[in-house]
């Protein structure tokens, strides 16, 4: 099987949930080209301003803002402080975070605001990155269901009616259409959009020990929890054109560090500089799907005008089944597995496009 990549950028047909048209441009391209055409970027702010108006100076904290402490929660931090919130910063905590990712943990209370920072118990936290690496092949998984979930738990918990994301996936990376255009993310929009890989929080009951009280912090709360504390969650980027170059100079001026050299399986040194096992991850994606996240970077670039896509195709080829031996051996002893038992999860999780 061929991976065929999109006519203008990098992305290619093994991407899920990707389309392309007749012309081969990726849907993640055609969303680019409506956001910069087709939106009226000063209509959506003031639609903003008047939105954000109905929560100021109603309760302890106008806003949540959940945040990694990477370069697009930092840049979303700072707007919603642009616009005169006062947030609760909500952080779900890394599997185990880098130095730099640590850094830019910590300048979050640097910026003037409060800040929560939840780890979850770390033999749990063990077993369900294990899980999601065996069963779906994403040791991120826990994250995943962490940093959707917990901070709508915080919401509702503290009576927080607005929670702030960042950009829209689907519109920045590429999506069903219907997903593309949502400014809202609510609980449907989880496990179908939500990178959960068909593997349900319910479904981790009784693996391993494991049970419904352990995975309460990565359940999204009921609907009846949800209408009673009347619960919005804002997609950023779909007020606000969203271009992860532009924001950098924001953001490093306020704190944010970039990676002291290139990580591996990546173009750049300003994005996921928080998580140690970021590459295991990424090469997984590779697998998979025959790309990883130097073809992402490239994309989201390419769409705004940077590189030529010719040049930077072996760059990116290269940069895709990077695997960086000693974060491998670090990650095998976390989750207390065998190279060779890494290598037969990680092979069987090969993708049609690799005749290898």
Same mark, same amino acid.
């Given at each position: %099987? ?28 055609i969303s680019a080209v409506e956001r910069h055409k087709n939106i009226d970027w000063i209509e959506r702010e003031k639609e903003f301003k008047e939105l954000i108006e ?96 917990y901070p709508i738990r915080v919401a509702v918990e503290k009576k927080i009616p607005l929670i702030i994301y960042g950009e829209n996936p689907q519109s920045l990376y ?23 890989n068909n593997l349900r929080p319910e479904d981790l009951i009784g693996m391993d020990g494991i049970t419904e009280t352990d995975i309460n912090p990565l359940t999204y ?62 090469? %997984? ?72």
């Amino acid at each position: %099987m061929t991976v065929n990549r999109c006519s203008k950028c990098l992305t290619p047909d093994t991407r899920p949930e990707i389309t392309f048209n007749s012309e081969g441009i990726c849907d993640a391209c055609i969303s680019a080209v409506e956001r910069h055409k087709n939106i009226d970027w000063i209509e959506r702010e003031k639609e903003f301003k008047e939105l954000i108006e109905q929560y100021k100076g109603k309760g302890e904290y106008d806003c949540i803002v959940a945040s990694s402490g990477g370069k697009d929660s930092t840049y979303q931090l700072l707007k919603v402080l642009e616009y005169g919130l006062k947030p609760l910063v909500v952080t779900f905590g890394q599997c185990e975070i880098t130095p730099t990712g640590q850094h830019n943990l910590d300048n979050i209370a640097e910026l003037g605001v409060d800040h929560i920072l939840f780890r979850l118990n770390r033999k749990l936290y063990k077993k369900l990155f294990k899980i999601g690496f065996e069963l779906a092949g994403d040791c991120c998984y826990v994250c995943h269901l962490g940093i959707f979930s917990y901070p709508i738990r915080v919401a509702v918990e503290k009576k927080i009616p607005l929670i702030i994301y960042g950009e829209n996936p689907q519109s920045l990376y590429g999506g069903p259409k219907e997903a593309r255009g949502r400014k809202t993310m609510d609980k449907s929009w989880l496990p179908q959009f939500g990178g959960l890989n068909n593997l349900r929080p319910e479904d981790l009951i009784g693996m391993d020990g494991i049970t419904e009280t352990d995975i309460n912090p990565l359940t999204y709360p009921s609907d009846e929890e949800l209408k009673n504390a009347n619960i919005t969650a804002l997609f950023l980027g779909s007020f606000f054109s969203w271009e992860a170059r532009e924001n950098l100079d924001l953001v490093k001026n306020n704190g944010f560090k970039f990676a002291p050299q290139k990580i591996p399986g990546a173009l750049a040194t300003y994005e996921n500089v928080d998580c140690s096992y970021v590459n295991i991850h990424d090469y %997984m994606c590779y697998l998979k799907y025959g790309f990883g996240r130097a073809t992402t970077q490239a994309s989201i670039d390419l769409r705004n005008g940077y590189f030529n896509r010719e040049a930077i195709l072996p760059l990116v080829e290269q940069c895709d089944k990077e695997l960086d031996l000693k974060i491998l051996k670090k990650f095998c002893e976390f989750i207390s597995i065998t190279e060779d038992h890494f290598w037969e999860i990680a092979n069987s999780f090969k993708g049609d496009w690799n005749d290898n």
